[in-house]
């Protein structure tokens, strides 16, 4: 396969991540608005997981293996993503936003590509070269820019969103390696379990449910920005790798600045212009990396998102042409070659 073919492949996922992060992105000063309303963050938490899971459960009624979805490592791996990233990290974003401006919460979610990154490098086996190091420091000098106008005088809430961004980058790339799940099934799975459990506890240490309002619209919030997004970002990065799909949606702070701006009417800052040029640069860094060697793959049975102009998937279906993403258990002999890759389900192989 050539490297133009492999990047026309990559096109469709690297799509799946900026729309996710457009979502996503949108919500943080929407949840600001929730916050400075009638509800409490444990309990926004759970609604916005709610939300995520009740859209996508007509969507996770289909697909997947049941064996598969029964094995223990899948079993840990969804766990730990439903604990960090459905839990934890919204509960801790959330108790930080509260306290803090939106756009300044939306730039510190930057730190999350960094985690993402280190937890992919020295816990996943994803190999980092140093364009994929490059752009990523990029992407952190970008969010230091634009948070420096408040000197991080915010302590507790930048730390607060600090531990989301270690959660979610766990959950990051917990969910790029999860076999046997469509990218609904996961979601739907993360959003009805951490949704409840949050907003259990939100209604105990909180008080009662918000007002109707309140309610719907967090429930909308949560069914576009998490529901929606999450399937986006799991599609992506089960073809893109942890730190690539991370580094695209990494964009997702900038629309939430410009949220700010134009629905909250937070203060506009030179310096953002800046930080916009960064990131731009970072990502054309990032997709311009090349990393190709003569590589093994054992034989192996699995369930995922995926084309047939991948070089991988050489199984033929007289109904699907080549380009159709799907999904389905499929087999693969144990195959050696070279090509441009990066580090998605078929490439988990240790680079000494």
């Not at 270690?166 to 766990?170: D, E, I, K, R, T």
């Given at each position: 396969m050539?490297?133009a073919a492999t990047r026309r492949?990559?096109?469709l996922?690297?799509?799946?991540c900026?729309l996710s992060a457009?979502?996503f992105g949108?919500s943080?000063?929407?949840?600001?608005?929730?916050?400075?309303?009638s509800?409490g963050?444990?309990t926004?938490?759970?609604?916005?997981?709610?939300?995520?899971?009740?859209?996508t459960l007509p969507?996770a009624?289909?697909?997947?293996?049941?064996?598969?979805r029964?094995?223990p490592?899948?079993?840990?791996?969804l766990?730990g993503a439903?604990?960090?990233?459905?839990?934890?990290?919204?509960?801790?974003?959330l108790?930080?936003?509260?306290?803090?401006p939106?756009?300044?919460?939306?730039l510190?979610?930057?730190?999350?590509?960094?985690?993402t990154?280190?937890?992919?490098?020295?816990?996943?086996r994803?190999?980092?070269d140093?364009?994929?190091?490059?752009?990523?420091?990029?992407?952190?000098?970008a969010?230091v820019?634009?948070?420096?106008?408040e000197g991080?005088?915010?302590?507790?809430?930048?730390g607060?969103?600090?531990?989301a961004c270690?959660?979610?980058?766990?959950d990051n790339?917990l969910?790029?390696?999860i076999?046997?799940?469509?990218?609904?099934?996961t979601?739907?799975?993360k959003g009805?379990?951490?949704?409840t459990?949050?907003?259990g506890l939100?209604?105990?240490l909180e008080?009662?449910?918000?007002d109707l309002f309140?309610?719907v619209?967090a429930l909308?919030?949560?069914?576009l920005a998490?529901g929606?997004?999450i399937v986006l970002?799991?599609?992506?990065?089960q073809?893109l790798g942890?730190?690539r799909?991370?580094?695209?949606?990494?964009?997702?702070?900038?629309l939430?600045?410009?949220v700010?701006?134009?629905?909250l009417?937070e203060?506009?800052l030179?310096?953002?212009?800046g930080?916009a040029a960064?990131?731009v640069?970072?990502?054309?860094i990032?997709?311009?990396s090349?990393?190709e060697h003569?590589?093994k793959h054992?034989?192996?049975?699995?369930?995922?998102?995926h084309?047939?102009?991948?070089?991988h998937?050489?199984?033929?279906?007289?109904?699907?042409p080549?380009d159709?993403?799907h999904?389905?258990?499929?087999t693969?002999e144990a195959l050696?070659?070279?090509?441009?890759h990066v580090?998605?389900l078929?490439?988990?192989h240790?680079?000494?």
């Open positions: 050539t490297e492949a990559g096109a996922p690297v799509g799946w900026l457009a979502l949108a943080t000063p929407a949840s600001k608005l929730l916050l400075d309303g509800v963050p444990l926004l938490a759970g609604l916005l997981y709610l939300g995520a899971g009740l859209a969507f009624r289909h697909g997947g293996v049941a064996a598969r029964r094995d490592v899948n079993l840990r791996r766990a439903v604990l960090f990233g459905g839990v934890l990290g919204p509960a801790a974003l108790i930080g936003l509260r306290s803090a939106s756009a300044s919460v939306s510190w979610l930057n730190l999350e590509t960094t985690a990154a280190l937890l992919a490098w020295t816990l996943f994803e190999n980092l140093a364009r994929a190091w490059l752009a990523n420091g990029l992407v952190v000098l969010g820019l634009l948070a420096a106008h991080f005088g915010l302590a507790p809430a930048a607060l969103v600090l531990v270690v959660c979610w980058g766990l790339n969910t790029a390696i076999d046997g799940y469509t990218p609904a099934q979601t739907m799975a009805l379990v951490a949704g459990v949050n907003l939100g209604l105990a008080g009662g449910l918000p309140s309610l619209a909308i919030v949560g069914a998490y929606a997004s970002y799991i599609r992506g990065a073809q942890a730190t799909s991370q580094m695209l949606f990494s964009t997702a702070p900038f939430g600045v410009f700010a701006w134009g629905v009417g203060p506009m030179a310096s953002q212009g930080a960064l990131m640069l970072a990502l054309g990032l997709f311009t090349h990393h003569e590589h054992g034989a192996v049975t699995h369930t995922h998102v084309n047939h102009n991948d070089g998937h050489e199984h033929t279906h007289t109904d699907l080549a159709a993403w999904t389905h258990e499929h693969h050696a070659h070279q090509h441009p580090p998605d078929h490439h988990r240790r680079h000494r």
